[in-house]
Each structure stands twice: as structure tokens, then as C-alpha cells.
């Protein structure tokens, strides 16, 4: 019998009890099936962790980690914490050290949810929604000088780089050909930022033209009034005007009736060529959440 090896992290928040709870789902599925079963890990890291050491994880959290098969992670946030210092030294430092580049976000209409599209059936709506999990605001470029002086000056820099790009768009197209209507709908604000948005777009294209019976949408436009059914969606979180263009992912959840309905995996797809092919291949290739963050602070997971 195959055991899957699963790292919990329960983290903050809400987090401490859906992870128990998502336990208990996942070895009542073992329970009825054959030929395969869970082995839990459990690791105490959050903002508990972060009051008692200084610190969200040990150094060596991510070696504690290695030749587990998933991660089981709950929320990252905790009010007494800010919220950059609880993403990025836990949840995304996970998700940067095992190249988890794939956030990927399934959206349906789960049983005894009233959603709030007028003339909407579960059957109308059933999206995936594929972000890049790397770059981007992600990829971590930039820093403060002067601090507290008149001249302070801080940047944050949203890099891409075309290896990320074509790796997670030929991802998205891969999942698109995989469902039934075989779309998917590009999300950028490529209007506004013409460097890397504008890349962004261009490699979409340029991907597509390799993949057999495609259709390739852009826009919340059509997310909204016309992508029925079972389209997927890949977006480059870009622009500070329109929420729906920044964070696609949560439209989907309200449109679906619950923000409990989108709880995402982030993960390393089948068969990807790694970004750093120095570091050890023995890692969890994808991290399941189990709940959002309980604060504002972007979730990491997807």
C-alpha cells in the first residue's frame, strides 16, 4: 500500500482548526479506499512560533520538510505580527525554496451553497485559476534606504523573467487542454504596464500557437458575462485599480457564494524543469491549503 508523507501546518488563526479537520477528511478518504494512505507530520510554526523564537520557521525548517509528498498548511497572520514578516518567513519562504511556482485555485458551486449569480447552476460555473507563484511582486526585488529621514525612498519590483513565464503559462494551457471546453483566459494589466505585462502577453500568444484546439480569452470582462461552464484562467496579478484584475481568485470565490470554497494548492507540476537545478529534487511538490489568511496580507498558497 502506498503512504503519501504529509507535512500539517496548521500556522494561525483559523488554521488550527481546519487543518485537524482536513485530517480527519483525508484519512476517512484512505479509510474507503484501497491501496493507499496518510502518514501525518505535524509542525508547530506561526506566529506562536515566531513569539517564542523570534522567528515564523527554523532554519532548517524547509531540510524538515524534504521527502514529504504534500504539505497540509492552514493560514499564515497574526495580529500582533505584521504581515510581511508572517508571509514572507513562512508561507512564501516554503513556497520560494521548493520552486512551488504553481498556485493553482479550482472555483465551483459545492452542494447547498445559494451563490449570488442570478440563473447560475453549478453547472455554469467550475473555473481553475492558475497564478505564478515566483515572480512578479513575488519574486521578493527591492528594498529602504534613509529610513525615517525626509528622503526615505522604498521600491518593491515586480520582476518576470521569460523561463517563468513560459513555464507557467505552457502549466495553465496543459490544465485548459485537460478540461472540457479546453479555454483559457489570460488576466494582465498590460494597458498600463507595457514592460513585463506586455511580455507576459506575448509569450501567452507565442505558447498558444503550440497547443491544438485552443481558445484564448482575456479580460474579468469575460470572466464575468461570458467564460460559462468550464473555462481556466491564468493571471499575472498587476494593477491597483480594478481588485477584480488583481486578485481574480477572490471574484471567483464571491461569484461561487463562499470564500471557503477556494482553498488553493501550490505546487511543482509534473515533468517541470526546476529554476535552480542545484537544489535537492526531494521536496513536497505541492502545499494544500486549507484556509485563507486571517488578515490582509496576500495568501501564498493557491
Not at 518567513?89 to 465551483?108: E, M, S
Not at 468550464?230 to 498587476?238: E, L, M, N
Not at 470565490?253 to 529534487?281: M, N, V, Y
Amino acid at each position: 500500500m502506498k503512504t503519501y508523507k504529509i507535512a500539517c501546518i496548521p500556522g494561525d488563526g483559523i488554521g488550527k482548526e481546519v487543518i485537524p479537520a482536513g485530517q480527519e477528511v483525508l484519512q476517512a478518504l484512505a479509510s474507503a479506499q484501497d491501496g493507499f494512505g496518510f502518514e501525518f507530520t505535524s509542525f508547530g510554526w506561526g506566529g506562536d512560533w515566531y513569539r517564542a523564537h523570534g522567528k515564523m520557521m527554523p532554519d532548517d525548517g524547509l531540510d524538515a520538510l524534504r521527502g514529504m509528498d504534500a504539505i497540509l498548511f492552514g493560514s499564515a497572520g497574526d495580529p500582533q505580527i505584521p504581515d510581511h514578516v508572517t508571509l514572507w518567513g513562512l508561507r512564501l519562504k516554503i513556497c520560494r525554496g521548493f520552486d512551488q511556482y504553481a498556485n493553482v485555485r479550482p472555483t465551483r458551486i459545492l452542494p447547498g451553497i445559494d451563490a449570488p449569480l442570478k440563473r447560475c447552476t453549478p453547472a455554469d460555473l467550475d473555473w481553475v485559476i492558475v497564478r505564478e507563484n515566483s515572480e512578479g511582486e513575488y519574486a521578493g526585488v527591492g528594498g529602504r534606504a534613509h529610513r525615517g529621514h525626509p528622503i526615505e525612498v522604498a521600491t518593491d519590483v515586480s520582476m518576470m523573467t521569460r523561463a517563468g513565464v513560459e513555464r507557467i503559462m505552457r502549466f495553465a494551457f496543459r490544465l485548459a487542454q485537460s478540461r472540457p471546453r479546453k479555454l483559457l483566459t489570460v488576466v494582465t494589466k498590460s494597458n498600463a504596464q507595457r514592460h513585463a505585462m506586455v511580455m507576459w502577453d506575448e509569450i501567452a500568444l507565442s505558447v498558444s500557437r503550440g497547443v491544438p484546439r485552443r481558445e484564448v480569452g482575456q479580460g474579468t470582462g469575460r470572466r464575468l458575462h461570458g467564460a460559462h461552464g468550464q473555462p481556466s484562467g491564468i493571471a499575472r496579478y498587476a494593477g491597483r485599480d480594478q481588485p477584480a484584475r488583481r486578485h481574480p481568485e477572490r471574484l471567483a470565490a464571491a461569484l461561487a457564494g463562499s470564500w471557503a470554497s477556494r482553498p488553493p494548492a501550490t505546487s511543482i507540476p509534473s515533468g517541470a524543469t526546476r529554476a535552480c537545478s542545484s537544489r535537492s529534487t526531494d521536496r513536497p511538490s505541492t502545499s494544500w491549503a486549507g484556509a485563507s489568511p486571517t488578515r490582509s496580507a496576500p495568501s501564498g498558497v493557491a
